[in-house]
């Protein structure tokens, strides 16, 4: 183990912030965590999402991703050099991650149903929209944003791209099929995001389509405006590291202000939840504050152990997930689709495999957890090799 740690750390390029490879690495390992229980029945709380207003542990994960995609937009043009202007190079970027997320979208076949149609189910109804999808979205917007826009001008576009979305679904009135009208609403099925996302792509291409009275989709139209807003957070985290001097006093200083930053946007995204409800599918701003304080202090606290103290070692495994982040959701997301399409008697191999494996040994939760902490530890052997053979996917 002590020499699989060693190999891990030789490989990091000299003058590398480690700590925001390690918070990528820390997003998308929890993210795949979360994504991969053996049973969907069994889950504990803190590893799903809140079932509305509110948020979990869970909750936080994608707005981190999202954090850490600014952080790095920042940090690859490095301290002394300007924002490229927007290009190919971005624009084919965010082109491939909208298709990888599509090629998941329609990955699926039922072969325990004889009468399946995968033409009509998965591709006349593909989801247009997704984690992916979202992600290209957010960074292509913000690639713009950062161009045009020095630091003050960043901190009104994130400041307007969650406060409009959040004024149209308050003040907007729209109607539904059965000639209702609303406005104001913020529930599950009833919200001015919903019927946009209705309107603009079909109640047969979004996640809940079956949601009453208006279809919907947590990763739609309106609440991607709102999740630029994080990925613009980010930004904002980066160019303090950016206009920051090199000497141990200012990286300790740094250290500083990224937790105030983050814990008066935590502390002031929980008092505002009575009044503007902490909710991810609606991406509010408290729930942007929230999730960008936390993200934050996340930040913050790897940045002083690793980068500042160099206590390394211990997070070493985050880091072949960190730079290899897309290649481990792909990954992941292609063999959780084909282990509940390969049909084990009258289950599935998921199935098949929690019931005969993971419950009778560890019950059901533990279990269901039990099964994706091996899926992890799977996945991690595939990303291991990939990281020792310097083989890194960047799209």
Known sequence: MQRHIRDILD????????????????????????????????????????QWHGWTPTDVIFPLFLFVVGLSMVLSCGRGKPFPAVGWAQWSRALKLFALGLFL??????????????????????????????????????????????????????VLCTLVPWLLMLFVPYQTAAGETFQGQLVFGNHFSAWLD????GADHLY??????????????????????????????????????????AQLRLC???????????????LLHPWVPIN????SPSFVLVTAGVSALLLAGLFYLVDIRERRRAFAPLLVFGVNAIALFMLAGVVGRLLIMVPVGDTTLK??????????????????????VASLAVFYLVMWQMYRRRIFWKV
């Open 11 to 50: 490989q990091v390029p000299s003058g590398r912030l480690m700590s925001v490879d390690l918070l990528r690495g820390l997003a998308i390992a929890a993210m795949v965590l979360v994504n991969n229980p053996g049973s969907w029945s069994y889950v504990y709380a803190p590893m799903a999402h809140a």
């Open 105 to 158: 979208a329609v990955f699926f076949y039922n072969f325990r149903d004889d009468s399946y149609s995968w033409l009509q189910d998965r591709v006349e109804g593909i989801r247009w929209m997704g984690v992916l999808q979202r992600i290209a979205l957010v960074y292509l917007f913000c690639s713009y944003l950062v161009y045009w826009l020095r630091a003050p001008g960043l901190i009104v576009a994130a």
């Open 198 to 201: 209705q309107w603009l792509l």
């Open 208 to 249: 809940y389509r079956a949601a009453e009275p208006l279809a919907f989709d947590p990763e739609g139209i309106l609440t991607t405006f709102s999740a630029a807003s994080t990925c613009l957070l980010g930004v904002l985290a980066g160019l303090a590291w950016k206009h920051s001097k090199t000497d141990a006093v």
């Open 256 to 270: 500083r202000d990224w937790s105030l930053a983050g814990g008066v946007m935590l502390i002031l995204g929980q």
């Open 280 to 283: 991810k599918a609606l991406w």
């Open 351 to 372: 199935g098949w495999l929690f019931q005969t494996v993971f419950q009778p040994l560890f019950g059901n939760y533990a279990g269901s957890l039990a099964f994706a």
